[in-house]
Nanobody, 114 residues
């Protein structure tokens, strides 16, 4: 069974930082690219970052480029999202997945507010 467990979210002030974690199990993690998505109330789910199987290639949405960094540790079946210089518009539920074909986890809430 596929399981994705996101953690690390919370309430932070604008300009603050958070590090999100995604623990994966039930599939061969090292064989698939991984992504972070987010969804805010009333908005479509959007792709914010992706990383190739070995971590050699990464891509970011324009809205987070230069502020967020995606990474992975295939030995631990983990993917991370380092979020710096957070803005109120980053407020959303954050999810990890692989092109959306895995069962979605519960997500982790990020709220950026003063």
């Amino acid at each position: 069974q596929v399981q994705l467990v996101e953690s690390g979210g919370g309430l932070v002030q604008p300009g603050g930082s958070l590090r999100l974690s995604c623990a994966a199990s039930g599939f061969t993690f090292r064989n698939v690219p991984m992504m972070w998505y987010r969804q805010a109330p009333g908005k479509e789910r959007e792709l914010v970052a992706d990383i190739s199987t070995l971590g050699g290639r990464t891509n970011y949405a324009d809205s987070v480029k230069g502020r967020f960094t995606i990474s992975r540790d295939n030995a631990k079946n983990m993917v991370y999202l380092q979020m710096n210089s957070l803005k109120p518009e980053d407020t959303a539920m954050y999810y990890c997945n692989s092109n959306g074909w895995l069962a979605w986890g519960q997500g982790t809430q990020v709220t950026v507010s003063s």
